[in-house]
């Protein structure tokens, strides 16, 4: 499931981050830490060595939102995993940029795990405000409006709210989509929010 989450929240970022900021605006020498530091992670797999070189990147220019998305995501490979660190990344995210909404969903999921659910519920909800106003404005044909109706389903199954996202199914069956990822999101559509928090926490294991 939480390869499932990170996909989507990828999915959506990866757009978002990459006209973040002009490339001449960006530090040439934190550019170059950071591409040394995804080559570690991607083609290496030392996760631990590429944030520990990303964190240069980091130093060298704060407003960087690719380092912290690249950061954020070998965060996500690594046991123990470590929330605090995931958590901290995630804020400097919003810092930068405030009305991406899966920043706000990834860090609720991140609150339940932590069992802090105050926090969980208002990133959350958070998280539904800012699905909803993206979602009025785009088309339904557009692949980013079916990763964001995903993004918009898991949020309210994690906020308690099932019925509501049971309720988009027929919307989902009328997309035209891939087969397989409909049918992994009709999947975890049915999946109730306990079961959901059951998987989540067994991967951290």
Do not use: W
Not at 47 to 75: C, E, G, M, R, V
Not at 81 to 89: E, F, Q, V
Not at 109 to 117: A, H, M, P, Q
């Amino acid at each position: 499931m939480r390869n499932l989450i990170l996909f989507l929240f990828l999915a959506l970022s990866a757009c978002s981050t990459s006209s973040s900021k002009p490339k001449d605006t960006i530090n040439p020498q934190a550019r170059k830490l950071l591409d040394s530091g995804a080559n570690e992670g991607i083609h290496k797999n030392d996760f631990k060595k590429a944030i520990f070189i990303i964190d240069q990147a980091i130093k060298l220019d704060s407003n960087y939102l690719a380092a912290y998305s690249t950061k954020f995501s070998f965060l996500g490979m690594i046991r123990p995993y470590d929330k605090d660190k995931a958590l901290n990344t995630l804020q400097n995210m919003i810092r930068i940029r405030p009305t991406i909404p899966e920043y706000y969903l990834y860090s609720g999921i991140l609150y339940i795990e932590k069992g802090d659910s105050l926090m969980a519920d208002k990133y959350l909800s958070l998280a539904k405000v800012y699905i909803d106003k993206i979602l009025d404005t785009m088309s339904k044909s557009n692949i980013a409006y079916q990763v964001l109706l995903s993004d918009k389903a898991y949020t309210l199954i994690l906020k308690g709210e099932e019925e509501k996202a049971r309720a988009m199914e027929n919307e989902i069956l009328e997309l035209k989509m891939d087969s397989l990822y409909r049918a992994e999101f009709l999947g975890f559509l049915r999946k109730s929010r306990k079961e959901i928090i059951d998987s989540l926490l067994k991967q951290d294991m």
